[in-house]
């Protein structure tokens, strides 16, 4: 089973800040917490990952509270092609799979 | 980051054929690549871990015998689904992880195949 919980769906607006949330509060000290994107019909995309600290990259920053039990993925300008299925996955499974569950369906909206 | 090919995007087949797909990493060396399922709606579940020249590790209910999987090098593993049925239609997606200690340590994935058996 998927150790995190996200919302459902969200919406954004276009240009705004999109900022999913994810828990994971069972987290061991020793996973990482890893968010993919999934667009309609395509593969699953790698977004970003980290451990403890706070990650930024060109497409998005990721913000891991001090306790680890929860993160947000910050979108800092949304943009249409931006819509998807957002997946926050902490890395698990005895063969360090990826182990996937219902994410959250992100619509940027003009 | 690092690019996963797959191949083919779309097949159709009759029922009772079988059919491969290739999964490629074409800028690095996977050592374990992984074969993935999702069915509309739903998330992706995994199916099988492939290991380079071992035997695949399957998952409960995904059947070996069915879902034949060979890893015969460091950059390519197959899926060869075999006697298709309708029911065996679905979106299939490998991904592939770059050798330990290698600079990334996230996994890729594939562009996924469509498989429709009519």
């Known amino acids: 089973d998927a150790k995190t919980t996200q919302p459902t769906s969200m919406d954004c607006a276009e240009g705004r800040a999109a900022n999913l949330p994810c828990n994971h509060s069972?987290?061991?000290?020793?996973?990482?917490v890893y968010w993919y994107r999934q667009i309609h019909s395509q593969g699953p995309q790698y977004i970003i990952h980290?451990?403890?600290n706070n990650e930024t990259n060109e497409m998005a920053s990721l913000i891991i509270t001090e306790d680890r039990k929860s993160s947000t993925l910050i979108l800092p300008h949304a943009t249409l092609r931006d819509t998807a299925v957002y997946y926050c996955?902490?890395?698990?499974?005895?063969?360090?799979?990826?182990?996937f569950g219902k994410g959250t369906k992100l619509s940027v909206k003009p | 980051g690092a690019v996963v090919s797959q191949h083919p995007s779309r097949v159709i087949c009759k029922s009772g054929t079988s059919v491969k797909i290739e999964c490629r990493s074409l800028?690095?060396?996977?050592?374990?690549m992984f074969w993935y399922r999702q069915f509309p709606k739903q998330s992706l579940m995994l199916m099988a871990t492939?290991?380079?020249?071992?035997?695949?590790?399957?998952e409960q209910g995904v059947e070996k015998d069915k879902f034949l999987i060979n890893h015969a090098s460091l950059t390519l593993s197959t899926l060869t689904v075999t006697s298709a049925h309708p029911e065996d239609s679905s979106f299939y997606i490998c991904?592939?992880?770059?050798?330990?200690?290698?600079?990334?340590?996230?996994?890729?994935f594939g562009q996924g195949t469509r498989l429709t058996v009519v």
């Open positions: 996955i902490v890395r698990g499974g005895s063969q360090g799979n990826l182990i």
């Open positions: 492939s290991n380079e020249g071992s035997k695949a590790t399957y």
């Open positions: 980290g451990l403890k």
């Open positions: 991904s592939a992880r770059a050798l330990p200690g290698s600079r990334h340590t996230e996994a890729f």
């Open positions: 069972t987290i061991s000290g020793n996973e990482y």
């Open positions: 800028d690095f060396q996977a050592t374990t």
